[in-house]
């Protein structure tokens, strides 16, 4: 686990909650141990297998903004022990996290596995980078033949990360995911009844 993200989350008057609400001797000694803000293995593996995570920006207003990313499992990429990527395909056109990113460049990722009631927290520095500009990401981020389709890139300095806690997560499975417990003809019995 990252004790960084105390520095990002533990603010002075999250300190005062913990103070009024018993927690703040054990979460004092959390912020004592150290930091470490690598991605290990585990974290790399989590991140790869993701099909979606949410994705949240800071406007000049103060602001916060949340949306929802989705793609092909791993398109989510692991960089570097310290860098994510992925490619901002075209959609509604409002632009709202680009220029939040261009405005602030602070931006927070919540990935969540639903079956197995993982969740990891990533503060990260963003940065967006049109097409004409990404250079070598293109490559390294871009599934081939779908150039035109994407807007730009965008890549997270990773400043912190925290495993959360599964409890109240509900077991969900997409659709792949559940075809695997049941046989076909289960599945089109089921998929028959909610049509």
Known sequence: MDKNFTRFAFTPSVKTAQEQFGSRQSYQRMENSGDRFILTEQEKQFIRTRVDFFLSTVGENGWPYVQHRGGPRGFLKVLSDDTLGF?????????????????????????????????????????????????????????????????????????????????????????????????????????????
């Open 87 to 195: 490619a901002d395909f075209k959609g509604n056109r409002q632009y709202i996290s680009v220029g939040n990113t261009q405005a602030n460049g602070k931006a927070f990722l919540f990935l969540i596995d639903y079956p197995t009631q993982q969740r990891v927290k990533i503060w990260a520095e963003s940065t967006f980078h049109a097409m004409e500009d990404a250079g070598d990401l293109v490559a390294q981020i871009v599934p081939e033949g779908v150039e035109n389709q994407v807007t730009g890139i965008f890549t997270f300095k990773i400043q912190a990360y925290d495993w959360n806690c599964p409890k109240y997560i509900t077991q969900r499975y997409t659709a792949e995911e559940f075809a695997q417990f049941v046989t076909p003809e289960d599945l089109k019995r089921i998929q028959s009844r909610t049509r």
